[in-house]
C-alpha cells in the first residue's frame, strides 16, 4: 500500500506560479513512476507529468517550457513547479504513484485556480 498527500494548490493571477507537492509513504519502495494529472470540470483526467525512478520525465505539449516536475527519491517526494500559469490550468490536480506490478495509487487531489 502506498500513500499520497499533495499540498500547494490555491489561487494565483494569470501569470504567477505554485509548486506542488506529493509525499509518498508506506510502501515506497515499490514506486517506480510517480506523476501529476490534473481534471477540470467537465473534462477527462488527463497526464500533465511524470518522472520516472530514474530521472526520465514526459511533459504533455500544453504544459511543456512552463511545468517542471522533479522527485526527491530519498524522502519520497514528488513536486510540480508551475510557472506562467494560465487560467486553463485551473484543474484538480492529482498525484500518482505507479508500483511494481502496474497498479496505480492516487491522492487526494490539491485544487489550482488561476484567475485572468
Known amino acids: 500500500q502506498v500513500q499520497l498527500v499533495e499540498s500547494g494548490g490555491g489561487l494565483v493571477q494569470a501569470g504567477g506560479s505554485l509548486r506542488l507537492s506529493c509525499a509518498a509513504s508506506?510502501?515506497?519502495?515499490?514506486?517506480?513512476?510517480m506523476g501529476w494529472y490534473r481534471q477540470a470540470p467537465g473534462k477527462q483526467r488527463e497526464l500533465v507529468a511524470d518522472?520516472?525512478?530514474?530521472?526520465?520525465?514526459y511533459y504533455a505539449a500544453s504544459v511543456k517550457g512552463r511545468f517542471t516536475i522533479s522527485r526527491d527519491i530519498p524522502n519520497n517526494t514528488v513536486y510540480l513547479q508551475m510557472n506562467s500559469l494560465k487560467p486553463e490550468d485551473t484543474a484538480d490536480y492529482y498525484c500518482?504513484?505507479?508500483?511494481?506490478?502496474?497498479?496505480?495509487?492516487w491522492g487526494q487531489g490539491t485544487q489550482v485556480t488561476v484567475s485572468s
Open positions: 500518482n504513484a505507479l508500483i511494481t506490478g502496474n497498479n496505480n495509487y
Open positions: 518522472i520516472t525512478r530514474g530521472g526520465s520525465s
Open positions: 508506506g510502501s515506497t519502495f515499490s514506486i517506480t513512476t
